[in-house]
């Protein structure tokens, strides 16, 4: 699964889309389909003592509108029907994660639970390290790094078709502290043009937690699977995106990473049943049972020998890969590239960042537009040199 983002329009969206509870009154999309309640994150959280706490209709309306908890305006158009309130940042476990955790024990369910947690927070002190500006000034050209972002986090368990898929929606609200202690609108295009590499640090350290858990990883494209749990098992509970995948191709397109592929996920969704988790955990453990994914067998996964697998990363393979197609890559790119591979050996977000990092600050890498806001573009000493060799030759007429 990749990690999509979208827009959210208005904060009453999520609500017209719900049924009616047992009272008769509107559900609100995130909160109340049975699943736990949301929480608060982001350093900008901090500033209104909100981190880590459950999230109150009046903190997320006040908020969502651009005011303080306490109804002070943060941003010049707080209160604003035509403002964006917040993105929508989803960040999906791969399907074999969803399945075990569908059959697991509560004691094995926690601890996958919780491993999302931290996978999806690596997510988020990426972003606000990396894509969390603002804009100010005359003609709001000027860029700045805002101090933090305010993120209210949802965690799902199913897609809308009533199948186990693990998902968190992190909304991103557009509000958010500068350095000098005022506030600012988020410039969101810098989180669009990050969020195929969050998606990656997020599945690293997923990979990792799962690697602690003692379950066995081995790649699946530029994710990665629990090794024992089949790909037709995974299939079996993937009708959602068999129908996406199904209306991308009729249109012509192959990949739902792209806006024809939200657009088609938009449009071929239903509306979001009623979770009860009780219920689903019955139901579909008693299915995989059937399957052969039993409590024994899922035992075995954590207690069976382990293939050896790479545990660093190199430079040089990395960026040949980068400068194989073309010349130049950008920061992103390289963020990706190297958080896809430590996902495939185990390797936690943390050092994924570190090592891509250094490459950058890396002698071999020469920077080629560093004042761009959105993506500069880099380079390799191996690639300049090269191309002076090749102007150098003598023309074959």
Not at 54 to 72: A, Q, R, V, W
Not at 340 to 359: M, N, R, T, W
């Amino acid at each position: 699964m990749v990690a999509t983002i979208s827009p959210v329009n208005n904060k009453d969206y999520f609500s017209q889309q719900t049924q009616l509870n047992a009272k008769k009154q509107a559900k609100e999309y995130y909160s109340d389909h049975g699943e736990p309640d949301g929480t608060w994150t982001g350093v900008g959280s901090r500033y209104f003592g909100l981190h880590g706490k459950t999230i109150e209709d009046n903190d997320y309306n006040n908020l969502m509108e651009g005011f303080s908890p306490k109804g002070h305006p943060l941003v010049q158009n707080a209160g604003n029907g035509a403002r964006r309130c917040a993105w929508d940042c989803t960040f999906s476990a791969p399907k074999s994660i969803s399945i075990l955790w569908a059959c697991s024990t509560p004691e094995l369910q926690i601890k996958i639970e919780e491993a999302m947690r931290k996978s999806v927070q690596e997510a988020i002190h990426a972003m606000e390290s990396k894509a969390a500006i603002t804009r100010r000034g005359k003609g709001s050209k000027q860029y700045e790094k805002v101090s933090g972002l305010i993120v209210a986090t949802y965690e799902h368990c199913t897609n809308r078709a009533q199948e186990p898929q693990l998902h968190t929606h992190a909304l991103v609200l557009n509000a958010a502290p500068r350095k000098d202690g005022t506030f600012g609108s988020i410039d969101s295009y810098k989180i669009f043009r990050w969020i195929k590499p969050l998606g990656a640090i997020f599945r690293s350290e997923m990979a990792f937690q799962m690697k602690k858990l003692g379950f066995e990883i081995e790649p699946d494209g530029e994710s990665f699977q629990i090794k024992g749990i089949s790909k037709e098992i995974c299939d079996d509970y993937s009708s959602r995106a068999k129908d996406i995948q199904k209306e991308l191709n009729n249109a012509g397109f192959k990949s739902s990473a792209s806006k024809e592929g939200q657009h088609f996920k938009l449009t071929t969704r239903q509306k979001k049943s009623d979770v009860n988790r009780d219920t689903l955990f019955k139901q579909w453990k008693k299915q995989l049972n059937q399957k052969g994914l039993t409590p024994a067998v899922i035992q075995d996964l954590v207690e069976a020998e382990k293939t050896s697998q790479p545990n660093f990363l190199d430079h040089s393979i990395i960026l040949a890969e980068l400068t194989e197609r073309k010349s130049t890559f950008t920061e992103q790119e390289l963020f990706f590239l190297v958080a896809v591979k430590a996902s495939h050996y185990g390797i936690s977000a943390e050092q994924a960042q570190s090592f891509a990092q250094l490459i950058m600050e890396n002698e071999l890498v020469i920077t080629l537009s560093q004042n761009e806001a959105y993506s500069p573009l880099f380079t390799t000493r191996e690639v300049l040199l090269n191309e002076k060799l090749m102007i150098g030759l003598p023309r074959v007429c």
